[in-house]
């Protein structure tokens, strides 16, 4: 099935929506049973596909390619490779897109990338690329087989001068070539329907798929949300600040995930991507409290 097709108007009205979920390579071997076993129950939701993340400058390659394997291999599963510009040339961007055919992987998440770690501004590789939509370019020319996802920011990528610059690189993006655009996590629903409205206004026609991440730890998302410049609203802080037990904070955390979920399905997004962080438990929780039925397409 083409990418889009899993958002699709028809799929929608049909009473269903797109599921995919994401996942990092495990650090440590045993760890990937574990892992595997958050993946066996995560598909009881029928998922449409499972992206794998990929570390700067290729960091987790033989991890990433090594999870997808699994994915595609034990389970049969649709598998999508986020790949980075970051610290690779072009001919090392094409070895690894090689490697990801031959291994069945289906979908490419086309990203710029972050600058690796201890550096403050991305630097182009001599003979790489600069920006994520030529890499999008590359794919669409090269790779027309792989379909394409880009990321796209409710809350305005944290390095962009402006929303309306972050807007037209995200429109380079989509004229480029990509097939659906997921977003960066977000906490107010609101940010990520202005963001779909100014994306209708600036043309870009192709699925505005929400991301969502289930809080369990408020330290936790209180680190990543600095690293990707996601604001928090002061009241559900202040209810995870209540206790320091995770019982109490994984318990408030996922119940304000389903509010945020139930809300976005009545209004009519054509899918989600939850942001697992190799679990089961938060996402499986909020999934079960909106009812979400495995879609039979």
């Not at 031959?102 to 182009?124: C, H, M, N, W």
Request: hydrophobic residues 35%; glycine residues 10%.
């Amino acid at each position: 099935m083409k990418l889009g097709d899993y958002f699709s108007e028809s799929r929608v009205q049909g009473g269903s929506r797109g599921l995919s979920f994401e996942l990092f390579p495990p650090k440590k071997a045993e760890l990937l049973p574990g892992l595997l076993k958050a993946v066996e129950e995560l598909q009881r939701f029928g998922p449409d596909f499972f992206t794998c993340t990929y570390g700067a400058g290729g960091a987790t390659r033989s991890g990433t390619l090594g999870l997808l394997g699994t994915l595609k291999q034990q389970y049969q599963l649709q598998i999508a490779s986020h790949l980075t510009c970051v610290g690779s040339t072009i001919e090392q961007l094409r070895s690894y897109l090689d490697e990801a055919k031959a291994i069945g992987v289906d979908y490419i998440v086309a990203l710029r990338g972050d600058p690796p770690k201890g550096e403050s501004q991305f630097t182009q590789t001599q003979g790489g690329l600069r920006y994520a939509n030529e890499l999008v370019s590359m794919l669409r020319s090269e790779y027309p087989d792989f379909g394409i996802l880009v990321a796209g920011y409710p809350e305005v990528h944290q390095e962009a001068p402006s929303a309306e610059v972050d807007l037209e690189n995200l429109k380079r993006k989509v004229d480029s070539g990509a097939d659906v655009v997921v977003t960066q996590l977000f906490y107010n629903n609101e940010d990520f329907y202005r963001f779909r409205d100014r994306c209708q206004k600036a043309g870009i026609r192709i699925p505005i798929i929400p991301g969502v991440l289930p809080v369990i730890s408020l330290a936790s998302i209180q680190r990543i949300a600095s690293l990707c410049k996601a604001a928090l609203p002061q009241g559900f802080v202040d209810e995870l600040s209540k206790s320091d037990k995770d019982d109490w904070q994984f318990n408030v955390g996922t119940e304000f995930a389903t509010k945020q979920v139930a809300d976005l399905i009545q209004s009519g997004i054509s899918g989600i991507h939850f942001y697992v962080l190799n679990s089961s438990r938060a996402t499986s929780k909020v999934l079960d409290s909106v009812g979400w039925k495995p879609s039979s397409c």
